[in-house]
């Protein structure tokens, strides 16, 4: 095999996999933005995103290397389940209020990611708002969880109504830590 | 996302504010009846996205609490046709909508205010095909009613396509332009940019240094100097010292570079005469007459501030004492003002008075 030099500022599959789990971990400054695009690249997206990646190191690299690159990454997700998590977590405890303790709803997953993308600026439009919306459905099982281990149905929220106090929410998930 | 959901605000305040809004861009002749459903639907169309029918079920158990607003509808009426808020995917109830009728002579205006109503009431804002009923896409795009990804995507020709960006781009043929489905979207490509300076900064924040590049065999330094164009400093390199001061130098990318820009040269000649202390730049000299107090609110400013808009911004947070001063709040302000023609040369005037 011909050794092939791979720039380092090549963005390979799992490069990325590794850059989110360092910055989900904290081991690495991160952008608010990144955690939204997380939620809009994931899932059936990150196929897609796979495909960018490749064609991006194609016009850069020799085939050869796009190839072994790609082996290397194999069948694992860019996006890691764990980064997923970490990602509704982040974007939640973007928008508490940790001295409040009236109740917030996460009932509307979709709304909430949407409006930590519209306080923090960050780039989209209505095919990723689609994307966020068809992504709901899997972050609103981690707000289900939050909710079903906080809410006590009386002061700190209520799970009938998907309903939890921000500063119990927000002291909850700063202790948490997903990967 | 509905109506009742604001639980704090009653509906007749959130009215109250919508009124505000159209008074302050200059409509007040709203008309304002109750329509059944199917008149709603007849004057509204039908629903632009099927999608959103599942809150359907959610909204009806709503549409009861609210008394006597059992549903609010903004329609605004422009040349092309009308455009509801909400639209059409919430008309499920049957019972009276309170429908405020809004005649739009510049459809422009009414999009804006369409966009900031459905902000107000929590509702999505509307799609851009309804949008273009009101006004075409260029005065869509010059209020920045559209995103703008969706102006960037509508004027290619005028898209100046950034160095660091073109590589996010995919291999396009010049001759046809990119079908939908190969597009990079907005998200992906701002994603795949994070991702790319993150890639570029270590844990601790800064620039990977040069030792974590592969290793490669040390070049003949006098090689070396003829290929980066500073052969006549081949005699000088003899000396070791001199030798690894001017292989720092080369390898320094970056002091490289400044060496190579004439402007970047004197400052650094002068740095250098002055003992490695930066001669002090205009700006550093112009914020010297500040007071100390004001200098210290625009470095917090400017350390928050991405670009002159949100600089403008937060000042007039720190102005108005207002923490709802936002780059949206304040470009709705100065386009009132415009409206309204308040410009600085009246505001002159009127304070010479």
Redesign the interface.
């Known amino acids: 095999m011909v050794a092939v030099?791979i720039p380092?500022?090549a963005?390979t599959p799992s490069?990325?996999r590794q850059?989110?789990i360092?910055?989900a971990q904290d081991?690495?400054?991160?952008?608010p933005?990144?955690w939204?695009?997380?939620i809009?690249?994931m899932g059936k997206?990150s196929k897609?995103?796979k495909e960018?990646l490749e064609?991006?190191l194609?016009?850069?690299l020799p085939e050869e290397a796009v190839k072994r690159l790609l082996e290397e990454a194999g069948n694992e997700a860019i996006i890691p389940e764990c980064v997923v998590a970490e990602a509704a977590r982040r974007v939640t405890l973007g928008l508490i209020n940790g001295n409040r303790s009236n109740w917030i709803?996460l009932d509307?997953v979709k709304?909430l990611v949407l409006r930590y993308a519209e306080k923090y600026?960050?780039?989209?439009?209505?095919?990723?708002e689609k994307?966020v919306?068809e992504h709901a459905r899997i972050l609103a099982a981690y707000s289900r969880e939050w909710v079903r281990l906080l809410a006590d149905g009386r002061r700190a929220g209520s799970s009938e109504h998907m309903t939890v106090a921000q500063d119990v929410l927000y002291s909850y998930l700063r202790r948490t830590r997903y990967c | 996302?509905s109506q009742t959901?604001l639980k704090e605000i009653p509906i007749e305040v959130l009215l109250d504010e919508a009124n505000k809004l159209l008074k302050a861009a200059g409509i007040a002749n709203v008309e304002s009846r109750f329509m059944n459903r199917p008149a709603v639907m007849r004057l509204c169309g039908p629903p632009p996205e099927q999608?959103r029918i599942s809150d359907a079920e959610r909204i009806r158990s709503i549409s009861k609490a609210t008394g006597r607003y059992p549903y609010v509808v903004f329609a605004f009426r422009g040349h092309g046709g009308v455009v509801c808020i909400p639209d059409a995917n919430y008309y499920i109830a049957d019972g009276l909508y309170d429908v405020h009728m809004v005649d739009c002579p510049d459809g422009a205006v009414c999009a804006e205010l369409a966009k900031y109503i459905a902000d107000l009431f929590?509702m999505p804002k509307p799609?851009?095909e309804a949008l273009l009923r009101l006004a075409d896409e260029q005065s869509l795009c010059e209020r920045q009613v559209l995103?703008s990804?969706?102006c960037e995507a509508a004027e290619p020709k005028k898209e100046v396509k950034k160095e660091e960006e073109a590589?996010?781009a995919?291999?396009q043929t010049p001759a046809a332009p990119p079908a939908p489905a190969e597009r990079?979207?907005?998200?992906?490509?701002?994603?795949?940019k994070?991702?790319?300076?993150?890639?570029?900064?270590d844990?601790s924040?800064k620039v990977?240094p040069a030792e974590?590049?592969?290793p490669s065999p040390p070049p003949d330094l006098k090689n070396l100097l003829k290929e980066q164009g500073f052969g006549w400093l081949a005699p000088v390199v003899e000396d070791a010292s001199a030798a690894s001061a001017v292989r720092f130098v080369l390898e320094n990318e970056d002091l490289r570079r400044a060496l190579q820009n004439s402007d970047m040269r004197k400052v650094i000649l002068e740095v250098a005469k002055s003992g490695g202390v930066a001669p002090a730049s205009p700006v550093d000299e112009a914020l010297a007459r500040w007071p100390a107090k004001h200098r210290e609110v625009l470095l917090k400013m400017l350390s928050k501030s991405?670009d002159l808009n949100t600089l403008m911004s937060a000042m007039l947070q720190y102005f108005f004492n207002n923490e709802h001063c936002t780059l949206d709040a304040m470009q709705f302000i100065l386009d009132a003002s415009r409206r309204a023609g308040l410009d600085c040369e009246t505001a002159a005037k009127a304070a010479s008075w």
Do not use: W
Request: with cysteine.
């Open positions: 030099h380092l500022d963005l490069r990325i850059i989110l360092e910055a081991k690495r400054p991160s952008h933005c990144l939204f695009h997380v809009v690249n997206n897609r995103l960018i064609e991006m194609k016009k850069r709803s509307n709304l600026k960050c780039s989209h439009e209505e095919v990723d994307a919306a | 996302m959901e999608r929590r799609p851009k995103p990804s969706a590589d996010y995919l291999p990079i979207s907005a998200s992906t490509r701002e994603f795949l994070l991702l790319y300076e993150m890639d570029q900064y844990k924040g990977v974590h590049q592969p991405k």
